[in-house]
Structures are given as structure tokens and as C-alpha cells.
């Protein structure tokens, strides 16, 4: 792969529009000065704004990722009962799964480095503030993507990839791409096994981004923008943050984090069967509706159709065989 640092635009496999970067994070203040972007450019209306202050960056500590899925692929992941890297990049995709107490430890940090000579009265007298912002797509227990959610830590995820895929090396991860779409900046982490380095050494290791780090059990992610819809400005008051309403909402950009595990297509990344007794959930649509059709417009309807499932209805009986066991045992 030619690292370029460039922008092209390109249709992605769910038919949306693009701009792409390699081999490098571009951090938002850097993304209003770039020339390649500027003009008609998909991303340009909301990312040229200027934004009232609101909490940048917010460091989470991530340690659970979340795969989403259609109805389409339902079926083969657990008919399979794993992950096939899919498209002509052979790569897995999963998104940060972001909890309410990830939230309230990112705001404990963002006060910390925001008034680092308060004291410990101020900061206990401090009222929750970030769920204020916390408003894009990243948060929310919906999904673009389908109605299908797995979950897993991602320490679970890292060793099973290192067994499966790299053969009990250690993955290497690397810079793999900035994505802007019309309101959305994607960083993306590139997992893969030192057996194909050949492929990836153009890329930078992930040791070198100021924006994300991992230190082998979580994602570390400085977020620039966490709100997409701003209807709240930061300001100071003392040493405390004080929130105010604005007298009119803004549209601007929002950033996630994703990682793409490298999986060739004679491979499968597969979880025991028991490791998928609470996977998958089920999820709502969100608003922008991404699974190309794949989707139930309701939790209902897609838990019937997971209840369906040839796959589901075995491991449904499975945990009744067990229940009624251990009933048996116990009444015994």
C-alpha cells in the first residue's frame, strides 16, 4: 500500500461517499486547513464551522467493541459462529461500545487536566456535565448499520485474533485511514497478523498517533467532537464548568473510532458457542439507515426474526436443556 497523505474520493461497499486519507490521523484543526478538502467537498459545510466551546478533547478509555450487522449476515455469523474479513479489503469492522460509566470517568479526566490546581471540594462540587454533549450517532444505543449488535471485551477479541489469526504473535496495529464523510470523521485502526507486514509497511504503527493509543487491555481515544448536534456551550466558572444553553442549535462534525481486523478470506475469526450466548442484542435503526435494506424497523419485528434462526432456536434449547437440568438437580 502507497502512503500518499492525500485525499480521493471514493464509493465505499454500502455506496456512500468518501474522502479517504492513509496512513495518517488529520486532527480537526488540521482538516479546516486543508486545501484538498475545501469548497464543494462532501464534509466542507459542517466542518468549516465555527463552534461555540465545548469539551475537546475527551479522553475514553474503551475496553468493549461492538460488531453490527443486517439481517443479510446475521445468519452467517452464527451459522459460522464467527467473523469473516468481507469486501475486497478482507477486513472485519467494529466500533467503540461507549458506556455511561466510560462517560463518567472521561469527565473526571476532562476536569482533572481542565483545572489541574482544583481542589478536592471543587472537583466534588462539580455537576455532571458530558452527557450534555455526548450526542452523536457514537452514543447512542441505536444503530446505522443494522439491528444486530455482538459484543465483546476487547482484550476476548485481541486474544482470539492472536491465537486464530497471527498464531499466537502479537497483532500489529497501525494508522490506517482518516474518512470524512458529509458530517462524520472516521479514524481507523488497522488490525493484522505480522505474517502479512509485507502488506501494510507503509502504514504507520498506532504508537505514533497523539489521538489513540492501546495499552493491551484498552483503546485510550482523545475525542475532538462528541456532539454532532450543539445545543449546549462549555464555559468557566471558577474552577468548575458550567453549561449554557444557545439560543440556536448547530450542526457540526462528529469523530468515532473504528477497528478493521485483517482477516484473509481462507480464515474465519470464530468465538465457542457458549461465548456467543449473549451475542447478538438487538438494536434499533438509527435515523440514517446504512444496512443497504437489511433492517427491521422495529426491535419486535428483528427479535422474531433472530428468534427464527435455526442457530438461535438450537442455542435457545441448549439453555432450556440446562435450565431444566439444573431445576431437576436442585429439586433432587
Known amino acids: 500500500m502507497t502512503t500518499t497523505g492525500n485525499f480521493y474520493e471514493r464509493r465505499n461497499a454500502r455506496n456512500v461517499k ?24 462532501i464534509s466542507w459545510k459542517y466542518l468549516s464551522k465555527d463552534i461555540p466551546d465545548y469539551p475537546t478533547p475527551v479522553e475514553f478509555h474503551i475496553t468493549e467493541v461492538a460488531h453490527v450487522t443486517n439481517k443479510k449476515c446475521i445468519e452467517g455469523i452464527l451459522s459460522s459462529c464467527g467473523f469473516l474479513g468481507l469486501d475486497e479489503d478482507s477486513l472485519s469492522w467494529w466500533n467503540l461500545k461507549i458506556s455511561d460509566e466510560d462517560i463518567t470517568a472521561a469527565e473526571e479526566r476532562f476536569i482533572e487536566s481542565f483545572f489541574p490546581n482544583s481542589s478536592k471540594e471543587e472537583r466534588e462540587a462539580q455537576q455532571p456535565f458530558l452527557r450534555q454533549f455526548t450526542t452523536s450517532p457514537l452514543f447512542r444505543e441505536s444503530s446505522r448499520y443494522g439491528n444486530f449488535r455482538f459484543t465483546y471485551q476487547l482484550t476476548e477479541l485481541m486474544e482470539a485474533y492472536k491465537e486464530q489469526i497471527c498464531v499466537d504473535e502479537e497483532p500489529v496495529l497501525r ?3 482518516t474518512k470524512l464523510f458529509k458530517q462524520e470523521i472516521e479514524y481507523v485502526i488497522l488490525v493484522h497478523s505480522p505474517k502479512v507486514n509485507r502488506w501494510f509497511k507503509d502504514l504507520p504503527e498506532l504508537a505514533s498517533s497523539p489521538l489513540v493509543a ?18 449546549f456551550q462549555m464555559a468557566k466558572h471558577e474552577n468548575n464548568v458550567v453549561i449554557e444553553p444557545m439560543n440556536s442549535f448547530e450542526f457540526y462534525v462528529w469523530d468515532q473510532l473504528s477497528l478493521a481486523f485483517h482477516i484473509e478470506s481462507n480464515k474465519i475469526l470464530a468465538f465457542p458457542k457458549r461465548s456467543l450466548d449473549q451475542n447478538p442484542s438487538v438494536c434499533e435503526i438509527d435515523q440514517i439507515d446504512l444496512s443497504n435494506n437489511g433492517s427491521f424497523p422495529s426491535i419486535a419485528e428483528a427479535k422474531e426474526f433472530l428468534e427464527s434462526l435455526p442457530e438461535y432456536e438450537s442455542k435457545k434449547d441448549e439453555k432450556e436443556e440446562n435450565l431444566s437440568g439444573k431445576i431437576k438437580v436442585e429439586d433432587e
Open 18 to 41: 468518501e474522502l479517504v486519507c492513509d496512513g495518517k490521523y488529520i486532527e480537526i484543526k488540521d482538516l479546516k486547513l486543508r486545501d484538498d478538502i475545501k469548497g464543494e467537498h
Open 214 to 231: 492501546y495499552d493491551g487491555k484498552q483503546i485510550i481515544w482523545k475525542a475532538q467532537a462528541i456532539c454532532e448536534t450543539h445545543n
Open 175 to 177: 494508522l490506517y485511514q
